[in-house]
């Protein structure tokens, strides 16, 4: 099969792009700055920007898959202000969307996010849930994935949390009780490539999670254990929190702001691990803490 992975020379694009190699697909990773040494052997690259239709359309002819992991990450409120998210998330799969239905490719992964809702929250979790309704309304075989936050190398969660909840004495918004059912990207990557292979997954909203539900306090624990340090957390009320983010939000190039307040008032856990379709168990997922200590 002839695949193109849009945003494919990030984390979760790296880890897929092998997956899908090993199982001997073609497969071309579209990015704006690729980098052809960066991408595993075999694999093609192409420059393009999902928010310019005109660089992406060529790119979609005689492909027979299409998987959409274009990111601008939630975690820092993104230079130009919280609207790029809908630019780059709702836009940009707009233009994948169309590219694909223009070039009659056949299955269209999008890869979304836990908690995606066209009314939520934060900017990201808005223009994710739109995105999706652009998704489920085209002529493709989509398939959708909601994953919880994603570990592994190459990825931002847990250097994220060291720089969020430092070692020793640890202040955190709410006592760190916001819960994340982080999973391992080596988990995730064999289930993508599966929605891409099996007919059973098309018109199917996948939410997945990792196998443990973890408080952000939890998380940031056996992140500094693991390196042989303690943490101690001391509560920040969340009221005090959102105050500061308030202010930070006004400073111009601060990256975090208050949709990354908000995002840390709503759970990141899924009702239904939908693992399952794809032969797998909460059970025999990697655990965060094997991760980190190397298990
Ligand atoms: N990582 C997680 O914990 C997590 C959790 C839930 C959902 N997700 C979702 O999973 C997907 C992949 O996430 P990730 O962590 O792998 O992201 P990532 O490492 O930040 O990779 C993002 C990719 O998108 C490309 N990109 C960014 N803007 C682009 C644009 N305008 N046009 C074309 N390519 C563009 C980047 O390459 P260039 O810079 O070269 O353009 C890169 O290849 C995203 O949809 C994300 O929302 C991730």
Redesign the pocket.
Known sequence: MKVLV????????TALSEELAAREHDVTV?????DEDGVPTGVETVS????DYGSIETAFEGQDAVV??????PLFKPKGGDGVHFD?HLG?TENAVRAAEEAGVGRFLQ????GADANGPTAYIKA?GQAEEVVKGSALDWVIFR????FGE????VSFTRMLAPPYVTPLPGGGKTRFQPIWVGDLAPMLADALEGDEHVGKTYEIGGPERLTLADVAREIHESEGRSVTVVPVPMALAGVGLGVAERVPGSPMGMDQYRSLTFDNTTDHNDVDAFGRTESDLKTLRAYLTGD
């Open positions: 849009v945003g494919g020379s990030g984390f979760i694009g579209l990015s704006r700055h690729p393009g920007d999902v928010t959409n992991l274009v990111s601008l990450s780059v940009g890869m979304s996010a836990l994710k994953p919880s936050v994603v190459g990825g931002e969660f």
